[in-house]
């Protein structure tokens, strides 16, 4: 049995984590045939890396962000082979594993090849292949502080060439039921799918890589994301194929997302033209849009609405002032507001969830301004000041 790990986030902040990983690791490996060590940057060196870039300012290239987020990320992973040889455990840096064994297509940047041959070469030598987690996996900018990221797509991405099972140890230490931004409880799923993990993850706020467990679902991985350390993987959550979950609750889950704006657009036309230069001006912005909706009321005139993080409003409003098109229409806007979002697998075969999730808002005096749905989840913007009210009176009424 084969077994990939990727150790990162609050696991790896300094040399004692890394100590302390290497002291697992030297018990653990004579249980598995061959062990992958996947490793996101030691927080220090992240740290440090970030404060030497940023004397260039923010706008630093992507092909040098990247160079130097590989580098400390190689750097982490050379430390961690010191540590296990020191201990006994063979173990080999392999800096890049792209190559053409595996084809594996990703949603942001095409189609990548992975190179197997040196990781089974580690093996048949008996060491632990120790690998930097970022090998231009996922699309990550300067704003992602901690580092790189992207480390999960990386791990999965090599357990699914290998074909064996993958674990994830970071910041995030299982799915959790209801969003832990709102609720006292931190009880997580000990069994969740593909498909309900990604739509929480991309719904909510989680140090959890959505485009890992996208990936996951492609390649069919099963993924572990819990505390590290234990032997036995108890308070963690696995993710796997929804064929695998017996029982399909209509909602399984709550996220919430803060920090969300509504723009109201008014006597836009209703040609198409107008509609159609609206989004592409909020797409030359990178404005990631979350809901969207229309309302005609005349022949040639209608109302759109759309809602987006409350950290795009300077550039929208700059964007719709210089624009003529719209700078003389009438654009409203409402701030303070969060998204609320139920997700469950069983919507799509359980009947009334929409009707329970408004009722159960109405009877508590919360309302709601926009709505989106997808096949397994139900969303509404409501003032964020209602946002704890809404998360307990919905777990209460969908008994989470």
Known sequence: MNLV???????????????????????????????????????????????????????ISRDKLDALFSASELQTAALMACALEKRGVGARVIEDIRGQSLDIVDRYRGKHEIMLDRIEHAFLAGEVAVIPGFQGFGDFGMEDRLGRYGSAATAVAIAGGLKCGCELYGNAEGVCVVDPKVSESRTVFPKISY?????????????????????????????FVGPAFNENRIGGTFIVDRSVIVQEAAVSGISVSDDIVIYTIKDIATSGDAISELFEMLGDL????????????????????????????????KAFAGNSRFCNLEVMKKEDICLVSLVGVGMTTHVGVAGKTFATLAENGIRHYNITTSEISISAAIDSDKKNEAVIALSEAFRL
């Open 195 to 223: 498909e309900e993990a990604m739509e929480l993850t991309a719904l909510g706020e989680t140090d959890l890589e959505a485009g890992a467990i996208e990936l996951a679902k492609t390649l069919g991985v099963e993924v």
């Open 286 to 317: 990178s404005v990631n849009v979350d809901v969207i909706s229309q309302q005609t009321y005349s022949e040639n005139a209608c109302a759109v609405s759309f809602s987006c993080s409350g950290g795009d409003i300077e550039a929208i409003d």
């Open 5 to 59: 790990q990727k150790y990162g986030g609050k696991y790896l902040r300094n040399m004692e984590d890394l100590n302390r990983i290497a002291d697992h690791v030297a018990e653990y490996r004579s249980r598995v045939d061959g062990l992958v060590l996947v490793m996101a940057s030691m927080h220090e060196i992240a740290e440090q890396t970030l404060t030497r870039a940023e004397t260039f300012g923010e706008e």
